[in-house]
């Protein structure tokens, strides 16, 4: 099995930029797509990435996703940051034997 | 749109079987290419996957779970369940199903279990 290493926080002021990175520890990241969740404190984790670089519908054009093979890892990117993004975000990505893998995720802190 | 509910206790003793079910709505569990998902997160920690099964039943667990976890599905009552055996204080958390594909599609609100005497 692999594992997808996060940065234990991250902190930004509001309008700013900030990227959280994820390694994958064994296999390509290229091989199978990322995910990224955003989860506020009590809620349930909802998606704002998928398939490295997809936006689902109703999440803002400031969240962008993508993959570096160079670096074995993938990045959530988030411009114009206000503070109702400030909350958890987890990468997630799976191996070919049908395993799936959450990052230890990130909080984001926006002061 | 898919709607997931858990249910279940939510004390459970130690070395007891931790079990809880998932009802969906919205979908039926077994007409659509979905897998079928537990994650769990204790308090104050990350997301972990606990395991899956497909629509057509096919199981996948997590290699750190596998020797302690049962998931089935009860399409009759469009529901999937989890077995937890011989669980310790380190399975205290919150409980989520989720349907998936790739990524984690839908969830439930997540359901508090605590093991405890």
């Known amino acids: 099995n692999f594992m997808l290493t996060q940065p234990h926080s991250v902190s930004e002021s509001p309008g700013k930029t900030v990227t959280i990175s994820c390694t994958r520890s064994?296999?390509?990241?290229?091989?199978?797509?990322v995910q990224w969740y955003q989860q506020r404190p009590g809620s349930s984790p909802t998606t704002v990435i998928y398939e490295d670089n997809q936006r689902p519908s109703g999440v803002p054009d400031r969240f962008s996703g993508s993959i570096d093979s160079s670096s074995n890892s993938a990045s959530l990117t988030i411009s114009g940051l206000k503070t109702e993004d400030e909350a958890d975000y987890y990468c997630q990505s799976y191996d070919s034997s049908n395993h799936w893998v959450f990052g230890g995720g990130t909080k984001l802190t926006v002061l | 749109q898919l709607q997931l509910q858990e249910s279940g206790p939510g004390l459970v003793k130690p070395s007891e079987t931790l079990s809880l079910t998932c009802t969906v709505s919205g979908g039926s569990i077994s007409s659509s290419s979905y897998y079928w998902g537990w994650i769990r997160q204790p308090p104050g920690k990350g997301l972990e996957w606990i395991g899956s099964?497909?629509?057509?039943?096919?199981?996948y667990y997590n290699p750190s779970l596998k020797s302690r976890v049962t998931i089935s599905v009860d399409t009759s009552k469009n529901q999937f369940s989890l077995k937890l055996s011989s669980v310790t204080a380190a399975d205290t958390a919150v409980y989520y199903c989720a349907s998936h594909k790739l990524g984690f599609d839908y969830w439930g609100q997540g359901t508090l279990v605590t093991v405890s005497s």
């Open positions: 064994s296999g390509s990241i290229a091989s199978n797509y």
């Open positions: 099964i497909y629509y057509s039943g096919s199981t």
